[in-house]
């Protein structure tokens, strides 16, 4: 950031933060003390037109006081099936919205992702999984795997099958592991899109698995009976995962294609949480993982590379970059993930812009840091310097995802950016501060006037924003500057800080002639 020039500033030092007035707004019945409890304002910018809206603040208390709850374990049902069958269409319908990733293409889906479902009053988790093969090789293997994993760990299981082919080999197979698995399964019969197709199910009673349920996923077709079967097949009581105490904190895990970040899940969730293949793009859907570090809980969102260009993906990589913004807003800290031995690209600065915009604290990864030599590491200092302009606030950490170098030092980065994130400083600190920086270096002179600051507050935190009440406007290299003094003041790492600015309304003058004209 460039900080505000003093020189010119300096130049209008005779006017500068108006102490009486500010004394007058406090008189006028704002209260400090309540202060420190309002909520984020919302507006970037504004305008005010009477003390008494220093007041009005005291109303907007923040409605919620912590992140989260404590997350409740819940049943979970795992759907399953070979590629391109219609499971993560089916998903949608479960949810009522369009979560998982659809194209008409096999193999969209390649990690097993998390949701929260509900039905007939009843919540549970569903689990989405990539399509099952038994011969699988190479990449499709690990996406087996997953599915199999996501069988061995659900308490019922939804097989899925294309009603229009009918069961193949693969269905068999599946079907016997299935049965092995003493475990509740469900069979959905698929793509049953009208009468004329229900009697082809007839012949999909030779999987064992019990009554097919003809359903359409594309056009919610018996959708609402197999829920009900589902839900009478789940458990009552949840499942035993252990308790915590409380909500994790959520962390979006976000950097280009093929930076490492499934390789860095896995290594924090010690399993193969995430499938890894040196193909760019690897990973669609947003993975949730519960991770334990240094003895606390962190819900961890691996998400698909965000592409150079949003707009100009097609099809699931388009999808996909939107469920990446889903899950950095959903998040409360983002770790972004770049490669430190190449030099910073724009889709490096694309993910920061997006994190930074949308509020949330930040800490930098320097992932392949075991490849970077002394060379490279001075150009990196240059390449900081220009390119991270908008985050020099950011925690930095130094790591390697594929050999765990210094991957715990992450939870303490994390917990520095949140603490920070979620700091609010009293508002008679606040203008108490602001009134000495102002005085020193009042703001610049705008159209032959001196603005004046007569009022600030912190009025939002998750991200802190602070709210100055002013009879001008303030330029933005003096926003700036205040934020940089703000820092340097109060601290603030890992955490954005903005700085909104509400300008007096001038007041209308009254029409010539009007006393007047009143008088006859």
Known sequence: MTGFDAASAGKNAS???????????????????????VAGLGEIDGTWSDESEFAALDARIEAEA????ADLAQPVLAVVGRPNVGKSTLVNRILGRREAVV????????????????????RFTLVDTGGWEPDATGLQAAVAAQAEMAMQTADAVLLVVDATVGATTTEETVARVLRRSKKPVLLAANKVDDDRLLADTASLWSLGLGEPHPVSALHGRSSGDLLDAVVA???TAPREIGTVSAG??????????????????????????????SVAGTTVDPVDSLVELDGEPWRFVDTAGLRKRVNSANGAEYYAS??????????????????AAEPLSEQDLRVLTMVVEAGRACVLAFNKWDLVDEDRRHAMV????RGLVRVPWAEKVNISALTGRSVRKLAPALRTALKSWDQRVPTGQLNGWLSDLVAATPPPVRGGKQPKVLFATQAGIRPPTLVLFTTGFLEAGYRRFIERKFREQFGFPGSPVRVNVRVREKKPKPKAGGKAARRR
């Open 103 to 122: 194209q008409d293409v096999p193999g969209v889906t390649r990690d097993r992702v998390a949701y929260d479902a509900y039905w007939s009053g009843r």
């Open 66 to 69: 912590a992140a989260g709850e």
């Open 15 to 37: 006017a500068g933060f108006d102490a009486a007035s500010a004394g007058k707004s406090a008189s006028a019945g704002f209260d400090a003390a309540s202060a420190d409890a």
């Open 248 to 277: 994790p904190r959520r962390v979006a895990l976000v950097g280009k294609p093929n930076v490492g970040k499934s390789s860095l899940l896995n290594k924090l969730s010690g399993e193969q949480r995430a499938v890894v293949d």
């Open 382 to 385: 240059r390449e900081l310097d």
């Open 322 to 339: 939107l469920r990446t913004k889903t899950a950095i807003d959903a998040a409360e800290v983002a770790i972004v993930l770049l490669d």
């Open 233 to 235: 097949a789940l458990p």
